[in-house]
């Protein structure tokens, strides 16, 4: 291994990286850190120091200097302006080749090389779901950011494609690296399942949904199409609830209606006996940088239906079906034909199996590596 001296320093930013397990730490903090685990081992020949909030749970990986600011960056506010206004200065102590901005933004005032991930538009293509100071601000710093890098990575193609398309990128500068998937999603033993389903009063067949409550996820649509389910097959929904979700009432119509249960968040060790107990999984989300949950479910071996939009072809494949996010009829048969056809869940749970173990961190990590070196 080349000494310090000589080897390649990547500074990361990866402030994001949760403090505590709830429903906002999921998607983007899963990704750091399953990325961060696996990057000295992948890149042995650079070295890596990553910068850390003070509550940050960082994940065990030798090879990783840890620098962890005093400031309270688990605020918003106060990360922003420690990200413009501290990091720099902490920066110009050191000598560095890069510096990966880990999510959205990187500090406008570095003068040097750099690569910023983007998962996703999400403030550009529907404003709506976002407060407004948090728009305002992820539109103009992450475009910023990324007119400014070297290079940029997205999660899915789909994400690419909205970089080159709504904010005219150079193509040749957008990477992607997919998500993995965990290795414990998984089938599970019969009798496992069997006991959380008791535990937990579930019913012998129910759909699943995992997602935060929000309007982008569509749960409007998955509404109404539960409700033309005769006979009724429960919908159950684990996830927090986000920004807006104005279909609370027709949820809690569905759940006297014993059509629908919503549990909330619940941790992430939890989450493969869902997708174990599930007879099926849907996802009818209008847009996703990628979209975890339907890989998850397939992993797990559960059928999935899910909206044809944005990256979640990417994701599903033909292992899967597939739906038009806007028709009501469409979801409903598609349920009703899951639910009655078992030899077709079972050949979905096959092929879900197989299209899973193509999504690995160690592929992401590749992708991602691969990046640095195109540009160190």
Known sequence: ?????????????????????????????????????????????????????????????????WVRTTWPTHRPAIR??????AFPLLLAREDWDLLHAMAFVAPLAVRMPVVVTVYDLSFVRYPEAFRAWNRIY???????????AAGILTISQAAREDLIRLWKLPPERIGVAYPGVDLRFRPLPEGEVATFRARHGLPEQFILYVGT???????????????????????????????????????????????????GFVPDTELPLWYNAATLFVYPSRYEGFGMPPLEAMACGTPV????????????????????????????????????????????RA??????????????????????????
């Open 213 to 263: 409550l929000e309007p982008r996820k569509n749960l409007e649509i998955l509404l109404d199409a539960i409700a033309r389910l005769s006979p009724p097959v429960p919908l159950i929904l684990v996830g927090g609830r986000g920004w807006k979700p104005a279909f609370l009432s027709r949820l809690q119509m569905l759940e006297r209606e014993g059509r629908a249960r919503w549990i």
């Open 1 to 65: 291994m080349p000494s310090n001296s000589t080897r390649i320093r990547i500074a990361l930013n990866a402030q994001l990286l949760a403090g505590e397990a709830s429903y906002r730490s999921a998607g983007i903090h899963r990704y750091i850190y399953e990325v961060l685990r696996r990057l000295p081992q992948a890149a042995p020949d650079i070295a890596f120091t990553a910068f850390i909030g003070p509550r940050s749970l960082a994940p065990e990986a030798l090879g990783i200097r």
């Open 80 to 85: 922003i302006l420690w990200e413009q206004l």
């Open 351 to 376: 092929q879900g199996l197989a299209r899973a173990q193509q999504f690995t961190w160690e592929a992401t990590v590749k992708a991602i590596t691969g990046l640095y070196n195109k540009i160190v």
């Open 138 to 148: 992820l539109r103009l710093f992450t475009r910023l950011s990324c007119q400014r």
């Open 305 to 348: 239906i899910a909206a044809r939009a944005s990256s979640l072809p990417e994701v599903v494949g033909e292992a899967g079906l597939l739906i038009d996010p806007d028709d009501v009829e469409g979801w409903a048969e598609g349920i009703r034909t899951l639910l009655r056809d078992g030899a077709l869940r079972e050949a979905l």
